[in-house]
């Protein structure tokens, strides 16, 4: 399971650098736009540079309408900018057939650029309660658009968090319709250290933390502390080591 830390600034950025063995994407989002705001391109680049050279950058390009030409623009933009993770969070699709016309846009405009960038389709837990497509969908615009991975997040950030909308049983759901179709599979929203167990149980690919990492769990007031960072990892690393036993003493 890889760990995604998403830092707000440049300045968190640094901190991010300072835990990087701890952790394998660093991502860029400016929170106040949103629950995948899109950062300004002087800031992805300027991250870029302030984080070691071999460690992948994700961007998101926002909480997205429908409208595929937009957000192809924006996906352009990110890619440029230095991004190799490019998340797309299908907030103003309504149905499964709006979401892979902009997924498709968004493909064609970061593999025509660099071929060997990630798109990442991303949705919603609750998505019950902004309208967009549901969470089960997206695997499967994910897969019919081209794009490298699916994801969910929570669109509303008031302290709910991504088991309170789809029960774990429903992220493994949505994990293995993933995987059936190649996918990587991407999971956030709020998510701490006693969620991990079940995060590696169900095979997720990526997790997604701010809060979990930040001084005081805030999100929002707290500061990415490395220290953090490099508990939260630990405790990652002992929740597989575990699996793995309980794998092999199983088989």
């Given at each position: 399971?890889?760990?995604?830390?998403?830092?707000d600034s440049?300045e968190?950025?640094?901190?991010?650098?300072?835990?990087?063995?701890?952790l394998?994407?660093?991502?860029?989002?400016?929170?106040?736009?949103?629950?995948?705001?899109?950062?300004?391109?002087?800031?992805?680049?300027?991250?870029?540079?302030a984080v070691?050279?071999?460690?992948p950058?994700s961007?998101?390009?926002?909480?997205v309408?429908?409208k595929?030409?937009?957000?192809?623009?924006?996906?352009?933009?990110?890619?440029?900018?230095?991004?190799?993770?490019?998340?797309?969070?299908?907030?103003?699709?309504?149905?499964?057939?709006?979401?892979?016309?902009v997924?498709?846009?968004?493909?064609?405009?970061?593999?025509?650029?660099?071929?060997?960038?990630?798109?990442?389709?991303?949705?919603y837990?609750?998505?019950?309660?902004?309208?967009?497509?549901?969470p089960?969908?997206?695997?499967?615009?994910?897969?019919r658009?081209g794009?490298?991975?699916?994801m969910?997040?929570?669109?509303i950030?008031?302290?709910?968090?991504?088991?309170?909308?789809v029960?774990?049983?429903?992220?493994?759901?949505?994990v293995g319709?993933?995987h059936a179709?190649?996918?990587?599979?991407?999971?956030?929203?709020?998510v701490?250290?006693?969620?991990?167990?079940?995060?590696?149980?169900?095979g997720?690919?990526i997790v997604?933390?701010?809060g979990?990492?930040?001084?005081g769990?805030d999100?929002?007031?707290g500061?990415?502390?490395?220290?953090?960072?490099?508990?939260f990892?630990a405790?990652?690393?002992?929740?597989?080591?575990?699996?793995?036993?309980?794998?092999?003493?199983?088989?």
């Amino acid at each position: 399971m890889l760990l995604l830390i998403s830092p707000d600034s440049v300045e968190e950025a640094v901190d991010c650098a300072k835990a990087a063995e701890y952790l394998d994407i660093v991502d860029v989002k400016k929170p106040d736009e949103g629950s995948l705001g899109a950062n300004f391109p002087w800031v992805i680049r300027e991250i870029r540079e302030a984080v070691p050279a071999g460690k992948p950058v994700s961007a998101t390009v926002g909480d997205v309408p429908y409208k595929p030409g937009t957000v192809a623009q924006a996906a352009l933009g990110a890619v440029v900018s230095g991004a190799t993770y490019i998340k797309v969070g299908l907030y103003g699709c309504t149905t499964p057939e709006q979401g892979i016309e902009v997924m498709r846009a968004v493909v064609r405009a970061v593999k025509d650029y660099r071929p060997e960038a990630l798109v990442v389709a991303s949705g919603y837990a609750d998505a019950h309660r902004v309208g967009c497509v549901n969470p089960l969908a997206l695997p499967d615009i994910a897969a019919r658009s081209g794009a490298d991975a699916a994801m969910l997040d929570t669109a509303i950030k008031d302290g709910s968090r991504l088991f309170d909308h789809v029960p774990p049983d429903v992220c493994a759901e949505f994990v293995g319709l993933a995987h059936a179709s190649g996918l990587l599979a991407a999971l956030a929203g709020s998510v701490k250290q006693a969620d991990l167990a079940t995060l590696t149980r169900i095979g997720t690919d990526i997790v997604g933390v701010r809060g979990a990492v930040c001084e005081g769990g805030d999100r929002n007031a707290g500061r990415i502390q490395p220290h953090l960072v490099a508990a939260f990892r630990a405790e990652m690393d002992r929740h597989a080591r575990e699996f793995a036993a309980g794998v092999t003493l199983a088989g």
